[in-house]
């Protein structure tokens, strides 16, 4: 069975716009499983899911990324693998419409050897990152001349990263995320969405995908703490509400009583997580937010349409977070 799962970013959603997110995720999710092909990979998933929400105006990466400082755009891009843990960066570029395909290339490029002894790179940022894309193939896209018209009405826009992970029919696992970072960032930022273990992590039987203020994902390294902690289960551990009270404990003793943010206000603690677990009886896709709300959209081959949710905290059952899942179980 192909399970793909997406989510527009963890922040507030209002009610002008809630039901075009909505349809977006659900949208991702369904253009992904009809490109879907015999030999298509939980990586090809991941690419297809991603590059649909970048080509989407409403959401924050590719075609409607926020504008920096300078006022322009730069996107940051990580795709990672759970077969064989390769993964591929990308930070600050401008002008490709699809970040997340510079990644996948980056990826792709480490499983040749490289001539003359070279070591193929895993991240690559700004020009030189650019410059990649398109000697492989990618076109240069004007982003300002699409993004400006909205960047104004988008300016107390509170969505970071989107993201996505899939299962594929051999049971391998990947994930990635992809965002134009903060409304009017610093030019040359990096965000999480850039960096392996902050933004996206993938093993055998989990993977994970993060949004949120990017500085502090980087700082505790969400996405491989959160992987670290599901995969400790014990025999009786399958059940979907455990995994989501160890989601709870994860918030809490990683993000929000980590050591590194210890000086950082906790109204600036906002983070959100989607991922998938795996083992031989059952597929569980999993969600927890510290913000507002956080939209997410999933399906797999039995489904006819995709299905999406906005899950909003009004009354928190958990100390300020909320969080959920549910399980799959895999047709053979």
Known sequence: ?????????????GSQKREKFLDVCSKACEATIKEWKND??????VVEAISYLENEIITNAGLGSNLNLGG?????????????????SVGAIQSIRNPIKVANLILNNQRYKPPLGLIAPNFLAGEGAKKFAISNGLQEFDLISECEPISIDKKHKQYDTVG???????????????????ILKKEGRIGQASIIGSGCWSESNAAVTTSGIGEYLIRTSLARKTIENLIEKNDDDNDTSTIVEKLVKIFHNDFFGSPLMKNIPRE????????LSNDSN??????????????????????T??????????????????????GFHPIK
Not at 40 to 45: E, L
Not at 72 to 88: I, P
């Open 282 to 303: 059952n597929i569980e896709l999993f969600w927890a937010h510290s913000t507002k709300s956080m939209c997410i959209g999933y399906m797999d081959t039995a489904f």
């Open 40 to 45: 298509s990979t939980a990586i090809d998933g």
């Open 72 to 88: 322009y755009v730069e996107c940051d891009a990580c795709l990672m693998d759970g077969k064989d843990l390769l993964f591929g």
């Open 164 to 182: 996505a992970v899939c299962i594929d029919d051999n049971n391998c696992l990947a994930s990635g995320v992809s965002s134009g970072g903060l």
């Open 268 to 275: 600036d603690h906002l983070a959100g997580i989607m991922g």
């Open 305 to 326: 349409s995709g299905i999406s949710l906005i899950e909003t905290v009004a009354l928190p059952r958990f100390a300020g977070i909320g969080c959920e899942g549910c």
């Open 1 to 13: 069975m192909v399970f793909i799962a997406v989510h527009s970013g963890a922040g507030f959603y």
